[in-house]
């Protein structure tokens, strides 16, 4: 840290953990069959919801998310560009507005200024990955 590293540190938000790594595909069903034959995890939650499809597979220690864009967006257009890939890596909170400020102080740029609905009905927010170093980081509250 650097600068005032005092309102950092009391910005809130506890330790985080990994929470899931989020792929995006082109067919999530035929690529949970794959992982779950492969990884020998299960499917835990499915949902279709603002234009994608999601999957969730827990591997025991966290889970990976599959997303399948349905229909054109942010996400379908990051399919086109970059093929299938993982998009974000996803760390669970406690306390999602804390993680936020915490964010700010430390002077990352947010995608998401507020937390907003996300699949599995978590609250999510996503951080800008040009300040980052190139990754697109989401905080998730369960």
């Known amino acids: 840290m650097s600068g ?32 779950v034959d492969l990884f020998g995890c299960e499917r835990v939650h499915e949902e279709s919801s603002d234009g994608m499809s999601f999957v969730f597979l827990d591997l025991g220690n966290g889970y990976i998310e599959l997303v399948e864009p349905q229909e054109e967006g942010r996400v379908a257009r990051y399919l086109d560009e970059h093929g299938p890939d993982i998009h974000h890596l996803a760390v669970a909170t406690d306390d999602i507005e804390a993680a936020l400020d915490r964010a700010r ?38």
């Open 4 to 35: 005032d590293d005092s309102a950092i540190g009391d910005a809130g938000a506890g330790p985080v953990t990994i929470d899931h790594a989020g792929i995006v595909t082109e067919n999530a069903d035929a690529l949970a069959d794959l992982y």
């Open 105 to 142: 102080a430390c002077g990352v740029d947010l995608v998401d200024e507020q937390p907003r609905s996300g699949a599995w009905d978590h609250d999510i927010a996503f951080l800008h990955p040009g300040s980052t170093g190139g990754i697109l980081l989401e905080f998730v509250e369960h």
